[in-house]
């Protein structure tokens, strides 16, 4: 049976899926992933070539960030699933040469991958890329259906959706968990404005946009079809009501760091403490509602419930840190993404 798969991704919306399926296939078979992106040589044209000549930090770090973000949301989910998992980036405007040369390198004896994917240069997954996969190697190849052949579009839309959300609050909080481990280990000092600014999106996305929205729209339809998920749904909403709390305790506990000079050793402490707390909530939090929410939800919403809960969704925009992303939320990915490697 196979041990060990080969997941290429990219940055299409197919990549949710694909890892969800990929995750619990592997889960299933005891076996490990290989999470694989390969990244266009931007740094070859023209606007690459200028950029890096301009801003030459900016691009190597956005670049990287992007890279390393689709690979982080895939990780959460392996690990959620505690599936063990490694990640590659190469640069290669070849996806199928490459998915090939890694598989090859890796020893892996399944690829696992899309159908498709989303045309021009961020689309690695293309029907013909596929095609050249299958042509070209020995290693047998998954083809998963992400697409097409949908029961229930509206409902898989919207559960790619609510969990990428939930992968990028997952990259989020590990990389202000690694900024305050490595403080605390006395490897670095604790970057205070950074850690700031990722509290600022916790506070901003999940807390203002995704939890509220799962109230009033995930929980509240899935309620009015079935009492299997009554005492769950009291649970999450109990975290939800805490959330707030527990941002704020993170916040305060960093901005008295900031401000004590001298003796920073008790202040720090209070630091790990917080972001630890809310940490392990939000691991918990994610869990029940990715193992118990989603699959009774699958079940018991009609396909009204799921274009409404699409709808409330899709409108949530930036802070998913989306092809539509700004520039202030895009430079603070790239930094967090990019934090492990320094």
């Not at 960030?65 to 392996?78: D, N, P, T, Y």
């Not at 949908?150 to 990259?171: C, K, T």
């Not at 809310?278 to 939800?297: D, G």
Request: proline share 3%.
């Amino acid at each position: 049976m196979y041990k060990h798969l080969l997941v290429p991704l990219d940055a299409s919306g197919l990549a949710t899926e694909i890892v969800s399926q990929a995750v619990s296939f592997a889960a299933a078979l005891g076996a490990r992933i290989t999470f694989f992106t390969a990244q266009a040589d931007f740094g070859a044209t023209d606007q690459g070539a200028l950029q890096r000549t301009v801003a030459p930090d900016r691009y190597s770090e956005h670049l990287a960030g992007e890279a390393r973000g689709i690979l982080q949301k895939a990780e959460s989910a392996a690990k959620a699933a505690g599936v063990d998992c490694t990640s590659i980036i190469r640069t290669s405007d070849r996806p199928a040469e490459v998915i090939l040369d890694v598989a090859r390198a890796e020893a892996c004896d399944l690829i696992f991958m899309a159908s498709h994917g989303r045309k021009g240069l961020r689309g690695l997954l293309l029907g013909s890329q596929t095609q050249k996969v299958l042509a070209s190697t020995r290693i047998p190849v998954l083809v998963a259906t992400v697409e097409s052949n949908q029961s229930d579009p509206y409902g898989q839309m919207a559960v790619a959706i609510i969990q990428d959300e939930h992968r990028s609050l997952a990259a989020v909080v590990r990389g202000l968990l690694y900024l305050v481990e490595h403080a605390v280990a006395g490897k670095s000092t604790l970057d205070v404005p950074l850690a700031l600014q990722m509290i600022h999106y916790i506070d901003a996305f999940p807390e203002r946009l995704h939890h509220p929205k799962e109230d009033a729209y995930l929980f509240e339809r899935l309620a009015a079809r079935t009492s299997t998920c009554d005492a769950a749904i009291k649970e999450l909403r109990a975290q939800h009501a805490d959330g707030g709390a527990q941002v704020q305790a993170m916040q305060t506990a960093v901005e008295h760091f900031a401000a004590v000079q001298g003796d920073a050793g008790e202040a720090l402490a209070a630091v790990a403490s917080a972001v630890n707390v809310f940490a392990q909530v939000q691991w918990n939090h994610m869990n029940l509602e990715e193992q118990t929410i989603l699959p009774e939800a699958r079940k018991h919403l009609t396909e009204q419930d799921w274009m409404l809960i699409y709808t409330a969704f899709s409108a949530n925009g930036d802070p998913r840190f989306d092809a539509d992303l700004g520039d202030g939320f895009k430079s603070l990915y790239s930094r967090i993404m990019n934090l492990a490697d320094k």
